[in-house]
T-cell receptor
């Protein structure tokens, strides 16, 4: 699986958009970008994933650059409950579920 | 909303004892996983399981570890002879499909080895 680089921490004001970047410059053509988050010590929670097109669901949007070397997770209206560690994971789509979690970005949403 | 459930939430054991951690995956899911997270460290993949056999395992998943789906609903992780360094949060996950399937994680079982 390709290596990812994320900033260790970010702050965001409540109600504002949180934009979390991820660099995956060595991504291969058959690798997907996944985002998970972990609130305190709970189990990781799936957020969104994509291959090359931008994706949106009820939780977030995922913007992948045209060269696929980086992506941004957008939480459109961050709330205090969005405070968590956010993990960007690149995974081969033929891999039976092994996901390599890095250190992630600790997002702190402030009132 | 369907969820992955894990028991026990916390288990304390003596070094050398056997431990079984239990998981009930989401009912229509076919792929099952165990991950662990030592306090303050990264979430680490242990093993994936599909069609009643191990699909992939990490270097951590040595002979002291085993997994089983004994009755079509439970998915268990057994540690035969626990060591101090096995103290961690153990997360079970399941997915509808492998490959691009998103993982649904349980809340974890905290194992403390004394």
């Amino acid at each position: 699986d390709a290596k990812t680089t994320q900033p260790p921490s970010m702050d965001c004001a409540e109600g504002r958009a949180a934009n979390l970047p991820c660099n995956h410059s060595t991504i291969s053509g058959n690798e997907y970008v996944y985002w998970y988050r972990q609130i305190h010590s709970q189990g990781p929670q799936y957020i969104i994933h994509g291959l090359k097109n931008n994706e949106t669901n009820e939780m977030a949007s995922l913007i992948i650059t045209e060269d696929r070397k980086s992506s941004t997770l957008i939480l459109p209206h961050a709330t205090l409950r969005d405070t968590a560690v956010y993990y960007c994971i690149v995974r081969v789509n033929t891999n039976a579920g092994k996901s390599t979690f890095g250190d992630g970005t600790t997002l702190t949403v402030k009132p | 909303e369907p969820e992955v459930t894990q028991t026990p939430s916390h288990q304390v054991t003596q070094m050398g004892q056997e431990v079984i951690l239990r998981c009930v995956p989401i009912s229509n899911h076919l792929y099952f996983y165990w991950y662990r997270q030592i306090l303050g460290q990264k979430v680490e993949f242990l093993v994936s399981f599909y069609n009643n056999e191990i699909s992939e395992k990490s270097e951590i998943f040595d002979d002291q570890f085993s997994v089983e789906r004994p009755d079509g609903s439970n998915f268990t992780l057994k540690i035969r002879s626990t060591k101090l360094e096995d103290s961690a949060m153990y997360f079970c996950a399941s997915s509808v499909r492998g490959g691009t399937g998103e993982l649904f994680f349980g809340e974890g079982s905290r194992l403390t080895v004394l």
